[in-house]
């Protein structure tokens, strides 16, 4: 008797009843067994026959479900009603992590700090930029060509060879001939591979990882930009520490842009990448043949009407280049006793969703 309660006592309450060996094969029939995964297939040939085939299926299915919602909203839009929701895709952007230093419209301190911050007299147009280019002491390379380059883009920018200055006496004598800001341009290697820029007379100083330079005459159907003021273009500068750099890079171009010269200068912020472009647009009138309606027409000339049509397109006139903000000093540059307001470390790259500018 005490065996018996024992093996009662064992068995699950899910399993049927001892001896009914019949509802136990139904038991195990209705049981699918789980799909092989190509992971686990060790013949090499069969396994990427197996993601080949997983593959079209996952396309087809994707194909399928297009087409139903294309078909959806056809037939919304014939029967007038209200089209359904468009589905937003996943992005690293619109699943970043949340950060707190994100600016908001109405951050009131934020608009008090940039009326006390160093750019506001140059933003305020109480100064004129004025800017001044040098490089580091061993400049060879492509480092000329895209310093000639960079001062076409910068207007009221000037250029001193640095010779065997140190950095500390390039910002003494900036500050001495009234410059609002030094940008140096590092070479390694015979290339341009870093990019500083000090906010003068007080800093900040901002030290930039330059890289994917293109040059003009590289770039294929390049334009030439003339000597007016360029309009800018700042995208994605969200956080606190954004619009810092935002401004900081906004406070070397002059703030009245000639619109005539059509020239439009941008920095586009993208996962902490920022990447420039250099364009001017363009106004063309295009004539489109239109072919008449009229059935009575007999000659060719009067059966098309040509319309013109003004189009704009662009037309890129480089340099092109990629910054990376690697530091963000307080004041001019110290390597010394130089206080840092940030610092891009390597455990700071351990999410991808992870943003801070």
């Known amino acids: 008797m005490g065996m018996a309660k024992e093996r009662k006592r064992r068995q699950p309450d899910d399993a049927p009843p001892p001896g009914d060996d019949g509802e136990r094969r139904e038991h195990r029939r209705d049981k699918k067994p789980d799909p092989v995964l190509p992971s686990q297939i060790k013949n090499k040939e069969k396994r990427s026959e197996m993601h080949a085939k997983l593959k079209r299926e996952k396309k087809a299915q994707k194909r399928k479900l297009a087409r139903e919602r294309d078909q ?5 839009a014939d029967l007038g009603e209200q089209p359904p929701e468009k589905q937003v895709p996943r992005t690293i ?11 908001r419209p109405d951050d009131q301190e934020l608009f008090a700090g940039n009326d006390a911050d160093e750019f ?7 100064i004129a930029p004025k ?33 065997t200055y140190e950095l500390k006496k390039i910002v003494e004598y900036a500050n001495n001939r009234g410059f609002t800001s030094l940008v140096v341009v590092h070479t390694n290697r015979r290339e341009p591979d ?3 820029i000090i906010n003068l007379p007080d800093g900040p100083t901002a030290h930039f990882k330059l890289s994917k330079l293109v040059l003009r005459k590289d ?19 969200t956080t606190r520490l954004g619009h810092r750099i935002g401004r900081m890079i906004q406070s070397i171009f002059p703030q009245d842009p000639n619109f ?41 000339e009067s059966k098309s009407q040509p319309e013109k049509q003004v189009i704009c397109r662009l037309q890129e006139c480089g340099p092109r280049f990629t910054l990376k903000l690697i530091t963000l000093q ?21 999410s991808r969703r992870r943003f801070f500018l």
């Open 72 to 76: 959806a909203a056809k037939l919304s």
């Open 93 to 103: 952007e619109n699943t970043r992590e949340p950060d707190e230093t994100v600016c």
């Open 120 to 126: 506001n007299a140059v933003l305020k147009q109480q």
């Open 131 to 163: 800017v001044l280019i040098t490089t580091c002491r061993f400049n060879s390379g492509r480092g000329p060509a895209f310093i000639e380059e960079l001062m076409q883009v910068i207007p009221n920018s000037h250029y001193v060879k640095r010779g």
């Open 194 to 196: 870093a990019l500083l």
């Open 219 to 237: 770039i294929k159907n390049h334009g030439n930009p003339t000597s007016h003021k360029p309009e800018l273009v700042l995208n994605n500068f």
């Open 260 to 300: 005539r010269g059509r020239r439009v200068v941008t920095f586009h912020n993208q996962r902490d990448y920022i990447f420039f472009r250099h364009h001017r647009y363009i106004f063309e009138t295009k004539e489109n043949k239109i072919a008449s309606k009229d059935k009575k027409a007999k000659t060719s």
């Open 330 to 350: 307080h004041g001019t540059f110290d390597t010394k006793s130089g206080e840092y307001e940030w610092v891009h470390k390597p455990d700071m790259d351990t």
